[in-house]
């Protein structure tokens, strides 16, 4: 049996101001050998060429989650992404890519990325067995860039 003279200590909950601008992205894909990808990220209408960066990814048959994140406090309008530059790479299995702000998730692993992302002219669709198909011979390595959908997605 408690008694309470109502003196209990009330503690007031304060809210974390939420992270605003810490942008990353999740690959869900198969890279069969090692390989790099290149991340450039739009702001303000002009594509940063002096901020890309890139990662390493080691070739793997199994799926691997490869993130990348952008740099903080950086209001990202549009995402570019060459996807491989190792030649040898001749397939690719892509099956998702995530977008976060902090704690926020723009699109998730369930949306189709295909809404999102434009695939440059160095990928081939092979439907029979769900993979792109690189071609390295082209102007560009293969590449995604981000659609208008996308970007009506970065502006929420």
């Known amino acids: 049996f408690v008694v309470s003279c109502g003196k209990e200590n009330k503690e007031e909950v304060i809210?974390?101001?939420?992270?605003?601008n810490k942008?990353?992205?999740i690959i869900d894909?198969?890279?069969e050998k090692n390989d790099s990808l290149l991340f450039i990220y739009e702001k303000e209408g002009s594509f940063l060429f002096d901020k890309v960066k890139g990662i390493k990814v080691t070739g793997s048959p199994l799926a691997q989650q490869i993130t990348f994140d952008f740099p903080e406090g950086e209001k990202i309008d549009n995402i570019g992404i060459t996807m491989s530059f190792n030649k040898d790479q001749k397939n690719l299995v892509v099956k998702s890519i995530t977008i976060k702000n902090g704690d926020k998730t723009i699109i998730s692993p369930e949306d189709n990325y295909l809404t999102y992302?434009?695939?440059g002219d160095g990928f081939s669709w092979d439907a029979q067995n769900s993979m792109y198909v690189l071609d390295h011979s082209k102007q560009y390595p293969p590449s995604f860039m981000g659609s208008e959908e996308l970007k009506a997605m970065l502006e929420n």
Do not use: Q
């Open 117 to 119: 992302f434009l695939a």
């Open 29 to 31: 894909a198969v890279y």
């Open 23 to 25: 942008y990353s992205i």
């Open 15 to 20: 809210k974390e101001k939420e992270v605003t």
